[in-house]
């Protein structure tokens, strides 16, 4: 709570009269909240109460917005004042009630949770069916299942890097690129089909993460981060660049589909509605694809978590603790290094080569630094090495943003010209701080020991050493 | 010949941008040894906050005489982008101090999507462009009909450059606030016994930062003529890159960092392709971090049990 309060209060040292006499209290929220109002004044008068538009001259010209910055004031002011006069108070005396005990309910939620949650993600497609009908439903499984899963196998995939053996990676996206790319430019040019450039693209993002990892991996943790930063945007850049073979921004079209076991999905007669006599609609091959990248993540999910009992797993976790305990017990701190980054990388190469093929289309737009933020905060903010966390933060940040998308209503309270999408990335830069502010830790903050001597007992996270990547 | 020294004076002036934006990095990683991701889109703020005091100073006051404008216009850059920066530091960073490695370094990255989206909503996504502030230029040689010149706008950033440096120097190197800082940096516990509050001098480190990324911000304008929400990034990551360079931590160091990065991405581009220079200036990142961890000045770091 501590945390919480201390993070709102831009006005000064303020939590100290919280029990204190009534006036008292009403008058230092009152100066509180006009303190925050004078600087929100500052904070938001250039930005928020100019703005630049360009005029018929294709000249540069300010308009005034006093109207919209006197909102944003007063919502600054109301809103530490609420803080500080209402809130603030009623959590230091819910801070100090004793913790209940957790109820019985909690352990069966625990013991089922987990088989519940897959059943869902089998049937989701079928549900979705049932509640939208045959027409909405492509929303439903395309925008919401598909991409929510594909973040949530690059979540997992990443979670091997940074959850496990403790490397900060800033560039993941750049294997995802290679594995999108290696599908696109082998399909194209050679006419592979999916299954056969499947494990490819994963070789050679995995030889791609062995060759990037191999000098930057003796670097620790910020300098890591950067580094892996830095190739993420060499890959970008020279994907941009070599316009001969990647077709620069441009991007890379027609890619070819995956088929069902040689079946195409089109309206051709040869095609997948055709042969099992039903009427074709696009839906049967978004809920094929909805099946694979299900697989996929099923696929990295049960791999991490048997390679966590392995010792290779067990190596990762170590060195994450503790690095110079590590190579003095014997583990040779490179290679089991640069294992991490190649099965993280050879995971994003899977979901890149699924991503080229669902999109038939891939330009370097879609391989920004923005992604990687995007993979990492769904794993720093699932907790770091919790594979349930990773999926229910994938699910809350990429399904909330796609959410936004929807929101057309918000178009008949703020006019026609409101475009909620706008605001997506904003609200997503917005979200990771205030994530991070209220749970530093991540959504799921303890860890299941894989070792434990006679008896299992769930650790904290905050007792856990930081490990020096 | 004419053209290299040209480049050179090209590169010394984009560097001396670098510098001053990479002496915000090394400032902050010193004292709370945290890699402020938001600080290249702190920069780009600054900018947007000097277009639109230039703006309003020509338009609407009507203000012909460049120095002075060019003057408030500075001013007032740095005073809004110190708040911007303060209340960044105070809402996004401080309630995560002493928590875990990578919580700050998450929460800025946050902050930095967070800073160049809000400008490209509330300012509209496309390049703001303003007619030159500065013109007029030197020919300092002039063989083979090949003019090398130093224009007046490189002259303002290069004195600007110097002069602020040197005032920066002073204030670190001599006042209490820098004697202050320098503690903090080297342990921020003994410090706080010591009667230094801790929680202000981090504020003013980080308002001392934005103040100096506002000057890059106003010259970066007043150079290029041209800016947009998306500009925060690479020379974010650029100065970064000066920084590590020059050895994360030394003041000097960034300011030489600075030079070099500026330098070696015009001479690249000049010598080379354009269309990589980006890619020139992340690989001397990489490899300045693989073969020289500690940087130009930097102390080597040891690790202890």
Known sequence: MAVLANSASEGGRAEKPILSREPNRFAAALREAAFTGLVSFGLFL????????????????????????????FIAAGGRFFYSFALAPWLARRAQKPVKPAAAWRGHFKKWFVPFAIGFVIAYPVIVILVTGWG?????????????????????????????AGLLDLGYVAFYAVGAYSYALLAKNFGLSFWVLLPLAGILSSFWGILLGFPVLRLRGDYLAIVTLAFGEIIRLIIINWTALTNGYAGIISIPRP??????????????????????????????????????????????????????????EALREDQIACR??????????????????MFAGFAGSFFAAREAFISPESFTFIESATVLSIVVLGGMGSQIGVAIAAIVMIGGTEIL???????????????????RMLLFGLALVLIMIWRPRGLIATREPSVFLKKRKAISVDLVQEGRG | MEYFVQQLINGITLGSIYGLIAIGYTM??????????AHGDVFMVSAFIALITFLILTAWLGIS?????????????????????????????????????????????????????????????????????VSGEFVLANHNNFPVTLSYKQLIIWGLTAVLLLAFWYLVAKTP???????CEQDQKMAALLGIDVDRTISMTFIIAAALAAVAGTMYLMYYGVVTFSDGFVPGVKAFTAAVLGGIGSLPGAVVGGLIIGLIETLWSAYFSIDYKDVAAFSILAITLIFLPQGLFGRPDVEKV
């Open chain 1, 46 to 73: 250039p930005l928020i109460g100019f703005e630049t538009v360009t005029n018929i001259r294709d000249e540069l010209i300010l308009r005034t917005r006093w109207p919209l910055l006197a909102a944003f004031v």
């Open chain 1, 136 to 164: 909405g439903a492509l929303k439903w499984i395309d925008n919401f299942g598909i991409q929510i899963l594909i973040y949530m196998m690059l979540g997992w995939g990443l979670n091997i890097v940074v959850g496990l």
């Open chain 1, 259 to 316: 088929s069902f076991f040689g079946i195409p999905f089109n309206a051709n007669d040869n095609g997948f509605a055709a042969r099992f006599g039903l009427e074709f609609s696009p839906l049967y091959r978004v809920i094929f694809l909805y099946y694979i990248i299900l697989a996929l993540g099923l696929l990295t999910c049960f791999v991490t978590v048997r390679l966590r009992r392995l010792p290779v797993g067990r190596a990762w």
């Open chain 1, 328 to 345: 003095s017990l014997g583990i040779n701190t490179t290679n089991t290094k640069l294992t991490a980054f190649a099965m993280g990388a």
């Open chain 1, 405 to 423: 998308r929807q929101l057309n209503f918000l178009k008949e309270i703020f006019g026609a010209t409101f475009d909620p999408t706008q605001y």
């Open chain 2, 28 to 37: 902050v990683f010193g004292i709370i040894g945290m890699v402020n991701f």
């Open chain 2, 65 to 133: 005489s460049i120095v002075l404008a060019l003057a408030i216009v500075l001013i007032v850059a740095m005073l809004f982008t110190s708040l911007v920066n303060w209340v960044i530091e105070r809402v996004a960073y401080r309630p995560l101090r002493g928590s875990f490695r990578l919580a700050p370094l998450i929460s800025a990255i946050g902050m930095s999507i967070f800073l160049s989206n809000f400008v490209q909503v509330t300012q509209g996504p496309r390049n703001k462009s303003i007619p030159p502030m």
């Open chain 2, 177 to 183: 606030l820098g004697r202050a800082q320098r503690a």
